[in-house]
Structures are given as structure tokens and as C-alpha cells.
Antibody, heavy 120, light 106 residues
């Protein structure tokens, strides 16, 4: 079945970086976009950006430009999201989700989420 | 940047109809998706492209979109429909989410 499996929870200190992985299975990895969305506890969904796994092209939300980098390794069907200069406000659950901007397909499926905690 | 506005909360009596609005500039010209998120779970799309329903989603869920308001309608509301609901659109090379609406079934 189509599935996205994310890496495990992370605890980081302020100023550090975190890299979350998202491994795709059950479909052709390069045929769909990978989006990253985060959700702080008790808060809403916040779009961070998307990547085309075929070309490697990316678009980042303005809020995260300069701090986020989205990459992929097509040989192992895995996408990555790296967020740098972490601060306490970055503590959140980070999701990857499959989409397709060409046809404006909704996100399906979503990864299970990766909890990133930023604490001194 | 484009903004989507949703009410923070909506309450509905058991078995009645709930309507959740998503307001945005000329949203009627965009494709709107709706997600349901239950506590501790990942979001699930319940309506896509304004009014289409994925397989497995009950017919009680429907959507409409016109002018500046898109609406998610849940008929014959059940306790199991209690969740947060988010609207989403694609605008200027970015995805945008509404702030989310907590649905309570009384």
C-alpha cells in the first residue's frame, strides 16, 4: 500500500539543526510531490514547503526561507527536511505528505509525524 | 500572502447538520480541500476540489465553494465526527491552510 514512514523523534538544543526523513513505498516516488507540514501542540497545520522528487525543485514558505532545506535520495525513495537555527517555537510534530500541484491533488497519504523538541 | 479564515469552533446537535466555513479572497475560483483530524491522528482528506468525496468517506460529508466562502457540510452529525477540520487551497505556488475549526457534537 502507499505509505510514507518518517524517522523517529528528535530532541535538539536551540541553535542546532534537525533533519527528518520520509521514506516512500507503494508508488513511484518521482511521480508525486512531497510536502512538509508542521503542527505545534494544540495548534493548526502550517505548510512549510514542497519538493518535486523528480527534479529536486523546491518551494519554501516565506516564513521558513533561509532556514529550511528539502532534499531527496531517489535511490532509496526518501525525502528529507532539514531545519536549522532551531528555537523553542519550532517544537512541533513534523509531517511529510504526498501531493501533486499539477492537478492540485490533496495530500494523501501523510507520514506518521516526527516530534521535534527544541529545549536547552 | 493568501489567507483562509475559519471559525475556531462549531457545535452541532447529534443528528443535525453542521456547516464549517472557510473564507478567502475569491476562494470560489480555487480548488478547496478539506481535512479531518481526530486527536492523536494524522489528517485525512474528506472533501477534495470543492465537493468531491474520496472513497470511504460517508455521503454525509459534502462541500461547496462560491464567491469568498467555501463550506464543508456534515449531515446527520455523529459523535465520531468530532474533530478538527482544515480547509486548504493552492495559491501563488504555495499551499495554504485555514486555521482549523473544532467540531463538537452535542
Amino acid at each position: 500500500q502507499v505509505q510514507l514512514v518518517q524517522s523517529g523523534a528528535e530532541v535538539k538544543k536551540p541553535g542546532a539543526s534537525v533533519k527528518v526523513s520520509c521514506k516512500a513505498s507503494g508508488y513511484t516516488f518521482t511521480s508525486y510531490d512531497i510536502n512538509w507540514v508542521r503542527q505545534a501542540t494544540g495548534q493548526g497545520l502550517e505548510w512549510m514547503g514542497w519538493m518535486n522528487p523528480s527534479s529536486g525543485n523546491t518551494v519554501y514558505a516565506q516564513k521558513f526561507q533561509g532556514r529550511v532545506t528539502m532534499t531527496r535520495n531517489t535511490s532509496i525513495n526518501t525525502a528529507y527536511m532539514e531545519l536549522s537555527s532551531l528555537r523553542s517555537e519550532d517544537t512541533a510534530l513534523y509531517y511529510c505528505a504526498r501531493g501533486d500541484i499539477i492537478v492540485e491533488r490533496p495530500y494523501d497519504p501523510w507520514g506518521q509525524g516526527t516530534l521535534v523538541t527544541v529545549s536547552a | 500572502s493568501y489567507e483562509l479564515t475559519q471559525p475556531l469552533s462549531v457545535s452541532v446537535a447529534l443528528g443535525q447538520t453542521a456547516k464549517i466555513a472557510c473564507v478567502g479572497n475569491n476562494i470560489g475560483r480555487k480548488n478547496v480541500h478539506w481535512y479531518q483530524q481526530k486527536p492523536g491522528q494524522t489528517p485525512v482528506v474528506v472533501i477534495y476540489k470543492d465537493g468531491s468525496r474520496p472513497s470511504g468517506i460517508p455521503e454525509r460529508f459534502s462541500g461547496s465553494n462560491s464567491g469568498i466562502t467555501a463550506t464543508l457540510t456534515i449531515s446527520r452529525a455523529q459523535v465520531g465526527d468530532e474533530a478538527d477540520y482544515y480547509c486548504q487551497v493552492w495559491d501563488s505556488s504555495s499551499w495554504v491552510f485555514g486555521g482549523g475549526t473544532k467540531l463538537t457534537v452535542l
